[in-house]
C-alpha cells in the first residue's frame, strides 16, 4: 500500500467481531519482535547443567503463570481465570517436556533451541486448519514457547504500554495473561491480526465488555499510532481515519447499544415468558467448561450444547474415559440444578481432529465422514465418551445428544451402545442416571423430514441450522462464493424446522434450537410463533433473546408463523418479519439491528 492509502478516510477492516460491543479512540499499535533464538553446540558434560536450565526456566514460567492466574480470578472471576490453565497444562506436558529434554541429549543443543525445535514441530503437525479451536492451540504453543525463551534467555517480558487516554489496542496477538492486564486500564477496544470467535482472547473480552475484532490481517501494518479507530465488534468491523458523517453515525449507534445493553440487562434474571403467559427456555452454547459461570452470569437456563470436539482436537491421543468424565463432571456440578445436554463428538466436516481425521482426505467433507458417521464405525471410541458421560450424570443433571443423524437406524445403533455402556458401568459397579435423557440433532434434510419416526425413538430434538441451512440449500456454510444462497430464512429451511417441531410435539418431545439462527432478532419470535420450546445461543446472547420473548406475544408469533409459510423468498419473509417485530419490540432492540 501506497503511503496515501494509509491516510486515507473511513479505511474498513473485517475480522470476527466478540460482539462485546463498540469503541471509538486512538490507536496504539504495538509491534511484536520475536526474540533471537541461539544454536549452541553443547559440550558432553555441559548436558545435564542445560537439561536442570530447562527445568528452572519451567519451574519460573509456572510461578509466572501462577500469579497471573490469581490476580486474574481476583479481577475478573474464575471464568476468565480458567483460560490461563491451558497454558498451564502444557507446561507439564510429557510431549513438551521429554521431547525437548530428549533433542538437548541427543543433539547437544541448547534448550532455547531444542524447545523451539519441538514447539515449531508440533505447530506444523496441526497443519493449516483454519479451525479456531484448532488455532487457539497454535496461540498457547506459540505464548509458551515465547515465555520459556524469555525466562531462558533472561529477558523481561515485553508488556503492553498503558495509555493515560482512551485507546484503541492494536496487537497481533495476546496471550491470556497479557489480555488480563487490559481489565481497568485506559483500553476501550482491542484490534487483533489472530484469534477466533472461542479464542481466548474472545472469551475474555467478552467476560470485560471490551469491545474486540480479531483475526484483521496486517491491522499493526495498516493502521498508524494515533489514528482515530472505529471498533465495531458486533460487526467485525473496524473502520480506520472515519470521516465526519462516519464518526456522526457512530455516536448515534454506540448511544443506541448502551441503551439496549441496559435494556436487555434487566432481563437477566428473569425468565423467558411471553407477555400472554407461554414459557420457554434459554439456553446456551459453549465448548469450554470455562464458559459455565459466564453462562450463569447472563441468566441462561442451564447449557443447550456442550461441543465436545475440543477435547479431540487439542492432542493427539484420544481423551480418556477418565479425562472426559472430569470434564463432564465439572460441567454437571457447576450448572445443577439445571442441565447441560453434552453432544458427543462432532469431528470431521470443518472441525479437523489430527487423531481421527489427519491422514483421510476427503473430496466432499462436508458430505463424508462425520460425526455420528465415525462414532458408529469406531464404536470403542463413542462408547468411551458415552461411558463417560453416564458416570459424570452421578452428579448432576446431563443428557446425551448425538450428531449429524440422518438415518433411523444411526439412532437405533447409537441408543444401543447407550445401553452397552449402562451395562458396563453396571457391572464396574459405577453410579449413573439410569434414565437418562437421549436426544439428536437435526441437522441434515432427511432427519426433519423423518422427524416423526426419529421424534417416537428418541427423547428431545435440536435443530442444528448452521448445518440444515447448508445441506437444505447446497451452499458450504463457510465458503464466501455461495453466501448469498446460505438464507437462515428460505422457507426451505423454515418448513424443515416447522417440521421438526410439530413431529416432536406430535410424539410428546421437546424441541429445541441451537444454531445461531436462534439467536437472530427477527427468527426468536418466529421460532417462539412455531412452538420452539428452548433457545439455546452463545452465553452473552441470552438476555436478547429473554428480552425478545418477554416482549412479544404468543399469540401474534403463532399467527406471524403461519403467515411466512406462505412465502417463497427469504427477502419476503425478511420484510414481513421486519416489519411485524416493530409492533412488539423496543426500538433500542429494532433500532440497532436496522443500523447494524
Ligand atoms: C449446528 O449445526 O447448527 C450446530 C449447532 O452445530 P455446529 O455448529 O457445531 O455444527
Ligand atoms: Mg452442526
Not at 519451574?59 to 490461563?84: D, H, N, P, W, Y
Not at 503437525?125 to 497454535?138: A, I, M, N
Not at 489430527?354 to 491422514?359: A, M, R, S, V
Amino acid at each position: 500500500m501506497i503511503a496515501e492509502e494509509h491516510n486515507a478516510k473511513n479505511r474498513e477492516y473485517r475480522g470476527i467481531g466478540t460482539g462485546s460491543g463498540i469503541a471509538m479512540a486512538k490507536a496504539v499499535i504495538v509491534h511484536r519482535g520475536e526474540a533471537v533464538i541461539p544454536v549452541i553446540t553443547l559440550e558432553p558434560e555441559k548436558i545435564e547443567q542445560e537439561i536442570a536450565r530447562f527445568r528452572e526456566s519451567l519451574f519460573i514460567s509456572r510461578e509466572q503463570l501462577l500469579k497471573i492466574r490469581a490476580t486474574v480470578a481476583k479481577t475478573m472471576g474464575e471464568e476468565a481465570a480458567g483460560v490461563i490453565d491451558a497454558q498451564l497444562m502444557l507446561l507439564s506436558d510429557p510431549f513438551l517436556v521429554d521431547e525437548t529434554e530428549k533433542l538437548i541429549k541427543l543433539k547437544r543443543v541448547n534448550a532455547e533451541h531444542a524447545l523451539d525445535t519441538v514447539i515449531q514441530g508440533a505447530i506444523e503437525s496441526l497443519g493449516e486448519s483454519k479451525d479456531p479451536t484448532f488455532q487457539d492451540r497454535v496461540h498457547d504453543l506459540n505464548d509458551i514457547r515465547s515465555r520459556i525463551i524469555s525466562n531462558l534467555l533472561g529477558l523481561k517480558g515485553q508488556t503492553i504500554p498503558m495509555p493515560e487516554e482512551e485507546s484503541i489496542l492494536v496487537i497481533s496477538h495476546l496471550a491470556p495473561s497479557e489480555t488480563a492486564q487490559l481489565f481497568g486500564s485506559k483500553y476501550v477496544g482491542l484490534v487483533t491480526e489472530i484469534g477466533g470467535f472461542t479464542s481466548h482472547i474472545a472469551i475474555m473480552s467478552r467476560t470485560m465488555n471490551l469491545p474486540a475484532v480479531l483475526g484483521v490481517e496486517n491491522a499493526t501494518e495498516d493502521i498508524k499510532r494515533g489514528e482515530e479507530v472505529i471498533v465495531n465488534s458486533m460487526k467485525g468491523i473496524v473502520i480506520v481515519n472515519p470521516d465526519e458523517e462516519t464518526e456522526k453515525s457512530y455516536n448515534k449507534l454506540k448511544s443506541i447499544y448502551i441503551k439496549r445493553r441496559k435494556l436487555i440487562e434487566k432481563y437477566i434474571p428473569k425468565k423467558a415468558v411471553t407477555p400472554d403467559g407461554h414459557k420457554v427456555s434459554v439456553g446456551a452454547n459453549m465448548e469450554l467448561p470455562e464458559e459455565v459461570p459466564m453462562a450463569k452470569h447472563f441468566g441462561a437456563d442451564g447449557i443447550g450444547l456442550f461441543r465436545t470436539e475440543l477435547l479431540y482436537m487439542k492432542s493427539d491421543k484420544l481423551p480418556s474415559e477418565d479425562e472426559q468424565f472430569e470434564v463432564y463432571k465439572n460441567i454437571a456440578s457447576q450448572i445443577k440444578p439445571d442441565s447441560a445436554i453434552i453432544r458427543t463428538f462432532d469431528v470431521g466436516g470443518d472441525k479437523f481432529a489430527g487423531i481421527l481425521t489427519h491422514h483421510h482426505y476427503e473430496p466432499n467433507p462436508f458430505l463424508g465422514w462425520r460425526a455420528i458417521r465415525i462414532g458408529l464405525e469406531y464404536p470403542e471410541i463413542l462408547k468411551t465418551q458415552i461411558c463417560a458421560i453416564l458416570r459424570a450424570s452421578n452428579f448432576g443433571n446431563l443428557k446425551i445428544m448425538f450428531p449429524m443423524i440422518s438415518l433411523p437406524e444411526e439412532l437405533k445403533r447409537a441408543r444401543e451402545l447407550v445401553e452397552e455402556c449402562k451395562d458396563i458401568l453396571r457391572e464396574r459397579g459405577e453410579k449413573f442416571n439410569e434414565k437418562i435423557e437421549v436426544g439428536i440433532m437435526v441437522e441434515v434434510p432427511s432427519a426433519a423430514i423423518l422427524s416423526r419416526k426419529l421424534a417416537e425413538m428418541c427423547d428431545f430434538m435440536s435443530i442444528g441450522t448452521n448445518d440444515l441451512i447448508q445441506y437444505t440449500l447446497a451452499a458450504d456454510r463457510g465458503n464466501p462464493r455461495v453466501a448469498h444462497i446460505y438464507q437462515s430464512y428460505q422457507p426451505a429451511v423454515l418448513k424443515l424446522i416447522k417440521m421438526t417441531i410439530d413431529s416432536a410435539h406430535l410424539e410428546g418431545r421437546w424441541a429445541g434450537l441451537c444454531g445461531e439462527f436462534a439467536g437472530y432478532v427477527l427468527a426468536v419470535p418466529l421460532l417462539l410463533g412455531m412452538g420452539l420450546d428452548e433457545f439455546s445461543v452463545v452465553p452473552a446472547r441470552v438476555p436478547l433473546v429473554k428480552t425478545i420473548i418477554n416482549h412479544f406475544p404468543y399469540s401474534e408469533a403463532r399467527v406471524m408463523a403461519e403467515e411466512v409459510m406462505q412465502f417463497t423468498t427469504e427477502e419476503e419473509v425478511i420484510s414481513y418479519l421486519s416489519e411485524r417485530v416493530k409492533e412488539f419490540l423496543p426500538k433500542e432492540i429494532i433500532e440497532f439491528e436496522v443500523i447494524d
